[in-house]
């Protein structure tokens, strides 16, 4: 059975400054998903990651696919309170490539 | 183009009552989702559809039912409601690629007291 695990689950950052999410899976997966939640909103997608060694990069962030390890980084560039919001992660199980969802990494980003 | 709608917004049910979430979606996507999220979690996975007429359940069916006679529409029904299913639910559709994304509608959450 496929499960996700996100870490940090809280995360407090300065603006400016840098840090890495990371996500670990427990079985092998086709692809992996980044989503973002704003409080109260539904899920907006980020990335997929598709294969071994995959980066994709939209603005402060980047996320990146190791698939021998069975991890997924999302790292942020120098903070901006826009991107305080909850990140999850998502692997796909199965024939159908269901999702799993980590418990997500709620962040804070403070001036 | 809407995306995928949810109606209602929200719900307060008393235990025992029955209700049916309504998801919309005006994409053509062949794959529609039922997913609920409870606070500090993920989102788990209730039913899914790979097209009109087929249904499958996912990690947590139990209580509720869905079907799928359009392209369109995949409705949720909860038939004896429970406190346990007191959450935020979220509807999902994709296309049928292997890598496309599911796109989300903005949630209904239920209350049930």
């Known amino acids: 059975e496929l499960k996700v695990e996100q870490n940090p689950l809280f995360l407090s950052m300065q603006e400016g400054k840098n840090y890495t999410i990371y996500c670990n899976y427990s079985?092998?997966?086709?692809?992996l998903y980044w989503y973002r939640q704003d409080p109260g909103k539904s899920l907006e997608s980020l990335f997929v990651?598709?294969?071994?060694?995959a980066v994709k990069q939209e603005g402060r962030l980047m996320a990146s696919l190791d698939t021998k390890a069975r991890l997924s980084t999302l790292h942020i560039t120098a903070a901006v309170h826009d991107l305080s919001a909850t990140y999850f992660c998502?692997?796909?199980?199965?024939?159908?490539?269901?999702?799993?969802f980590g418990k997500g990494t709620k962040l804070s980003v403070k001036p | 183009n809407a995306g995928v709608t949810q109606t209602p917004k929200f719900r307060i049910l008393k235990i025992g009552q029955s209700m049916t979430l309504q998801c919309t979606q005006d994409?053509?996507?062949?794959?529609m989702y039922w997913y609920r999220q409870d606070p500090g979690m993920g989102l788990k996975l209730i039913y899914y559809?790979?097209?009109?007429?087929?249904?499958d359940k996912g990690e947590v069916p139990n209580g509720y039912n869905v079907s799928r006679s359009t392209t369109e529409d995949f409705p949720l029904r909860l038939e004896l409601a429970a406190p346990s299913q007191t959450s935020v639910y979220f509807c999902?559709?994709?296309?049928?690629?292997?890598?496309?994304?599911?796109?989300f509608g903005p949630g209904t959450r239920l209350t049930v007291l």
């Open positions: 998502a692997a796909t199980s199965g024939s159908q490539g269901n999702l799993i």
């Open positions: 990651l598709l294969s071994n060694g």
């Open positions: 559809s790979v097209g009109a007429g087929i249904t």
């Open positions: 079985t092998t997966s086709d692809r």
């Open positions: 994409m053509n996507h062949n794959y």
């Open positions: 999902a559709s994709k296309a049928s690629g292997f890598t496309d994304t599911q796109y």
